[in-house]
């Protein structure tokens, strides 16, 4: 790279924090970054339906959740910002999520398709007036939005001050350099791997087939859905589809660190136009965010072990156990992650519970934590043994009510023969001395005594034991 393209690289690497993107109006993405899978498509698409839509002027913002104009859960509110005369920034930020089992995208809460939330330097009122009105809109809502608009334009004016201070001009020529090697170098990254074909399918318990068709060549991947069947619960939008796609691939080789148009075209996807990977309004969205995704990321990562054999990783648990808690007018969303897959050379790595303040939840809820811990289990056994899951026992000391999700992928795919399965989530319900495990997917009340063990899935194992 020469010093102006890698001054940019620098600059976006510094100012893209979170889940965010830089893009042109012009349609040039410049970087994405994040942590979610599903922001490496959602966000451009996002900042895209905005421009479209709104004609934002400099110092703009428009706001949307709605997945279908490329948000993602409707509880992560997507900010599309224009920085300049010919920039936009998209950032994500997300508010209190809940666990909901419903049939439409309404019933899922408050979704709002593109906004204009300031033009003109002025905050629009009347809107603010009427989300705050509406019966899914969460408390403070508005004040939240407020202070998300202040951070958001000083962070346009460190952008805008740090350009300046660089002495450079982010022209046209420069970003088509920029772009260029980009996809010189995620090409080079694949073509340094073994090219080959894969076929991997995952069937999800609520009955949904995903079928991939895998292959690399010449530094390019292609993706062939077909054969993956209708949605029956669980759907994802197109743009969620392409970004889980492109992050776990990118994770792979090595190159999300240049998440921008260059490196997309290296990646090409065909979905059937009815598969539950193309959802359209109302699916409901919030399972195909979660489980979804975790489907998609086990087929990649399935496909690429066939091709890449000396590169060969067991599965991890993707998806975390999410139990969602509610007493009277409180909820508290538990989310325990999932173990890594082993590898090759080392065993995966455990997961940890995010920091949680326990003397809250009890003091919130009717409940007394018991335990929390890793599973007793290491997970799948082989040479080298899947990160354990994490485990968190639980006594109902009064009426407490419960919405869980697991991965949803209890049906177990097909592995190498050097791989095995690790544990799959798991919530059991203790009553007396009677115990039950209880459906990857429920909503269901509990009464004082009962006891409840949680345990997020662990990874799999690699090799054999010696």
């Known amino acids: 790279m020469n010093y102006q393209i890698e001054l940019l690289h620098s600059l976006l690497n510094q100012f893209l924090v979170g889940e965010s993107a830089l893009m042109t109006l012009d349609g040039d993405v410049l970087g994405v970054r994040g942590q979610q899978p599903v922001t490496y498509g959602t966000l451009t698409t996002a900042a895209g339906t905005a421009a479209k839509y709104l004609k934002l002027q400099e110092g703009d913002i428009a706001l949307l959740n709605d997945p279908y104009s490329g948000g993602s859960l409707l509880s992560?509110?997507?900010?599309?910002?224009?920085?300049?005369?010919?920039?936009?920034?998209?950032?994500?930020?997300?508010?209190?999520?809940?666990?909901?089992?419903?049939?439409?995208?309404?019933?899922?809460?408050?979704?709002?398709?593109?906004?204009?939330?300031?033009?003109?330097?002025q905050l629009n009122e009347m809107i603010l007036a009427a989300m705050q009105a509406h019966p899914a809109c969460p408390a403070d809502f508005v004040p939240w939005l407020k202070a998300q608009v202040a951070d958001l334009t000083a962070g346009a004016k460190k952008l805008v001050d740090a350009i300046e201070l660089t002495g450079f001009t982010v022209t046209g020529e420069l970003i088509e350099d920029y772009l260029r090697i980009s996809k010189k170098a995620a090409t080079k990254k694949i073509s340094e791997s073994a090219s080959g074909e894969a076929r991997v399918d995952v069937v999800l318990d609520s009955g949904e087939l995903l079928r991939l068709n895998m292959e690399i060549q010449d530094g390019k991947i292609s993706l062939d859905f077909s054969g993956t069947t209708a949605a029956k619960t669980v759907s994802m939008t197109e743009s969620a589809t392409y970004g889980a796609c492109f992050h776990a691939l990118s994770r792979h080789y090595g190159f999300t660190d240049l998440a921008n148009s260059g490196s997309f075209s290296v990646l090409q996807i065909t979905k059937p136009s009815g598969c539950w990977l193309v959802g359209k309004y109302p699916a409901p969205t919030?399972?195909?965010?979660?489980?979804?995704?975790?489907?998609?990321?086990?087929?990649?990562?399935?496909?690429?072990?066939?091709?890449?054999?000396?590169?060969?990783?067991?599965?991890?648990?993707?998806?975390?156990?999410?139990?969602?808690?509610?007493?009277?007018?409180?909820?508290?969303?538990?989310?325990?992650?999932?173990?890594?897959?082993?590898?090759?050379?080392?065993?995966?790595?455990?997961?940890?519970?995010?920091?949680?303040?326990?003397?809250?939840?009890?003091?919130?809820?009717?409940?007394?934590?018991?335990?929390?811990?890793?599973?007793?289990?290491?997970?799948?056994?082989?040479?080298?043994?899947?990160?354990?899951?994490?485990?968190?026992?639980?006594?109902?000391?009064?009426?407490?009510?419960?919405?869980?999700?697991t991965d949803l992928t209890l049906h177990r795919p097909r592995l190498l023969k050097t791989c095995s399965h690790g544990d799959p989530a798991e919530v059991t319900l203790e009553q007396g001395e009677v115990a039950k495990s209880l459906p990857v997917l429920g909503q269901q009340k509990f009464a004082a005594k009962d006891i409840l063990t949680l345990c997020s899935g662990s990874g799999g194992g690699y090799g054999r034991a010696e």
């Open 76 to 121: 992560e509110m997507t900010f599309v910002m224009a920085v300049s005369e010919d920039l936009l920034w998209v950032s994500r930020r997300p508010l209190d999520t809940q666990v909901k089992i419903v049939k439409s995208i309404e019933e899922e809460g408050l979704r709002i398709p593109p906004t204009p939330l300031r033009q003109k330097n």
């Open 286 to 405: 919030f399972k195909g965010m979660t489980c979804g995704v975790a489907a998609l990321q086990s087929a990649i990562e399935l496909a690429l072990a066939q091709i890449h054999h000396k590169q060969e990783s067991s599965l991890g648990s993707h998806c975390a156990l999410q139990f969602d808690l509610q007493s009277g007018s409180k909820h508290a969303l538990l989310t325990l992650p999932g173990g890594e897959g082993a590898k090759t050379s080392r065993d995966g790595v455990s997961a940890h519970l995010d920091t949680i303040s326990l003397e809250q939840l009890e003091r919130d809820f009717p409940i007394k934590v018991l335990r929390v811990d890793q599973r007793h289990s290491n997970g799948g056994k082989g040479k080298f043994n899947g990160g354990r899951g994490v485990v968190m026992k639980i006594e109902v000391c009064g009426d407490l009510s419960a919405t869980w999700m």
